[in-house]
């Protein structure tokens, strides 16, 4: 079923959201106050009008509360992003997802009750941070304040041996949810104890960050 959505600010954040949306085939209607940025999207979104969301009139005349998913992706203005997440809740909108500039922001915004409050930036920062420190690690995704799931290239320390070998979940407390195959690129989401891991191989690893950092330093 086509899903309708609205993104709120069409800068880089919501542009990019809105663009996605729009080539997976959704119905996105994108709102911005700013007249160009509307025009560069009137052929992209199935609708695209100019309209200041922090009036509640306009909220209601676009009919706002009958849209699946709603993205507020107002930039720097964070009373403006506040304001039109409080009404946008008020009218009963099923699922609010908003971009936060700050902590701070993002505390008023769950408080509030956004149901989804994202942070790119800061995200996107730890991400490469992390990616950086170890060139082994390929990507991050954090789960919570102290745990991740973490995609690792497999080094010589783990070549020609199975996890049976390296006992990972035992000795480094973590857990290796798939492996990715150097050669065939087949991914394989339930490695058994006794398969053998080639050097270049990725591990998809979860656990808390103490412990994928142990794991890291001894064995990659
Ligand atoms: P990014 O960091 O994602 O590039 P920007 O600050 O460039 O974010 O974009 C935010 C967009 O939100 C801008 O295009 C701006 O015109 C729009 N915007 C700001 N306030 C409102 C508002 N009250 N109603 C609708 N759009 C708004």
Do not use: W
């Not at 025009?39 to 706002?64: C, P, Q, R, S, Y």
């Not at 936060?100 to 942070?119: M, P, S, T």
């Amino acid at each position: 079923m086509k899903r309708e959505f609205a993104v709120i600010g069409l800068g880089r954040f919501g542009g990019s959201i809105c663009k996605e949306l729009s080539a997976e085939g959704m119905d996105v209607l994108a709102i911005d106050s700013d007249e160009d940025r509307v025009n560069e999207f009137k052929d992209i979104a199935a609708h695209a009008v100019i309209a200041d969301t922090t009036d509640e009139k306009v909220l209601k005349e676009l009919g706002m509360r009958n849209i699946d998913h709603v993205i507020v992706a107002i930039g720097e203005d964070i009373q403006a992003s506040i304001l039109t997440t409080l009404m946008l809740k008020e009218l009963g909108v099923k699922k609010i997802t908003v971009k936060a500039q700050n902590d701070y922001h993002e505390k008023v915004l769950i408080k509030i009750g956004a149901d989804h409050v994202v942070h790119p930036e800061r995200d996107m920062g730890k991400r490469i941070a992390h990616s950086i420190i170890s060139t082994n690690i390929l990507d991050y995704l954090e789960l919570s304040d102290a745990h991740s799931i973490v995609e690792v290239k497999a080094g010589k320390k783990m070549h020609g041996k199975t996890l049976i070998d390296l006992d990972i979940r035992a000795k480094y407390g973590c857990n290796v949810v798939a492996i990715k195959n150097a050669y065939n690129k087949g991914i394989n989401v339930s490695p058994e104890p006794n398969l053998k891991i080639d050097k270049g191989d990725i591990l998809i690893v979860i656990g808390a960050d103490k412990d994928i950092s142990k794991f890291e330093r001894i064995l990659v």
